[in-house]
């Protein structure tokens, strides 16, 4: 079962990928954590309907920050790096006034977390803020 939180949505978890939803202080915004490795052939097939579900959630609910917190994500491959790619073009495509925000939080000492999120930010600055976290224990 998944952390309680506002908008009715399970934990993801598969194989060794789980995503945690969570709320924050604040009735506007969700976290998500994303944990363990999503190395599994098709991610997309798994994860895709999973985000397409939260990105319903979060209009329903009027959501307008979700903190994406990958600092202990170990590995994404790269059909995994496009799902979160596709979540957050379709989030760029709705009108300004209904978007909500992406702030990504990655680990700072996993150069392909850097490299991968300024990507996304590159892409999509207005949508899409990260941040890197170099706490010694992530090392």
């Not at 954590?33 to 999503?38: D, E, T, Y």
Request: glycine letters at 4%; proline letters at 3%.
């Amino acid at each position: 079962m998944g952390i309680e939180n506002n908008i009715d949505i399970n934990d993801f978890i598969h194989g060794k990928c789980t995503i945690k939803v969570a709320n924050t202080q604040y009735e506007e915004e969700i976290e998500l954590k994303l944990l363990g490795k999503i190395d599994f052939e098709f991610p997309d097939e798994v994860l895709n309907p999973f985000f397409e579900d939260l990105h319903k959630k979060f209009i329903e609910k009027e959501i307008r920050k979700v903190y994406i917190n990958t600092t202990e994500l170990k590995f994404m491959n790269s059909r995994g790096l496009m799902v979160i790619i596709k979540w957050a073009t379709n989030v760029d495509k709705m009108p300004e006034n209904n978007r909500y925000q992406l702030f990504i939080k990655y680990n700072g000492f996993a150069q392909w977390q850097e490299t991968a999120f300024q990507t996304i930010e590159k892409l999509m600055p207005k949508l899409v803020s990260i941040e890197g976290s170099y706490r010694k224990d992530l090392q």
